[in-house]
């Protein structure tokens, strides 16, 4: 919890990483990304996203291998409650995009393990959805309307369950009249019954297991 400890432990790891940076980052980014994710207590994400900020001053252009695996929790933390966090974020988000070009066509450092791998080719994914959005697949709802959507709305709630799905925030602007109400609500309501249908399959699962 005291900014100077935070602020001395990330300039050390940084430049360890800086010295060592194929031997430091893989472990270091390892146990680090984890922590930005909106579980984790504010101290815990504040400490790792000024990790991040520290590793892209002292690092620059030694980070465009790794790029891909931090751009997608930073964007997240950009809608963080806590101030500092959303700040240090936006700032390490804005230094990594301009990386980013740098990093296509390079092959993934070779001590992440097979986790770390799976989540890069994930990040990459939904990055290229994130930027050319007729790319994100329909989203099949879990109800049924009693209104036939039109295609453009279709693909309005697939952007919202796209940006649902990886904890960001988004809105839809398009000219009055074309149905943002309706697909506003639809998403919410399809959210709330996944969760409902979550839900009873763990009170399923753990019925179930009680009577092994």
Known sequence: ?????????????AT??????????????????????GTNPMQSRLGAVELM?????????????????LVVPLLRRMSDAVPAVRRKAALCFGSLT????????????ELLDEAQRADAHR????????LDNRRVEDYSLPMQLKV??????????????????????????????????????????????????AAAAAGDAAGTNGLH
């Not at 990483?17 to 930005?36: R, S």
């Not at 590793?55 to 790029?67: I, K």
């Not at 990040?123 to 994130?130: A, N, P, T, V």
Request: charged share 15%; aromatic share 4%.
């Open 1 to 13: 919890s005291n900014a100077a400890v935070r602020l001395a432990a990330a300039r050390c790891l």
């Open 16 to 37: 360890l990483a800086a010295v060592h940076p194929d031997a430091v980052l893989a472990p270091l980014l390892k146990h680090a990304v984890p922590l930005l994710d």
């Open 53 to 69: 900020a520290t590793l892209m001053l002292q690092l620059q252009r030694q980070l465009v291998p790794y790029a891909v695996m």
């Open 98 to 109: 301009a990386l980013l070009p740098l990093a296509h066509g390079l092959p993934l450092p």
């Open 123 to 130: 990040d990459g994914e939904f990055l290229s959805q994130l």
């Open 148 to 197: 036939e959507l039109r295609r453009y709305q279709q693909e309005g709630i697939n952007w919202l369950a796209f940006l649902r799905r990886f904890g960001l925030n988004g809105v839809l602007a398009d000219d009055m009249g074309l149905g943002k109400t309706l697909q506003a609500t639809t998403i919410m309501a399809c959210s709330a019954a996944e969760r409902q249908a």
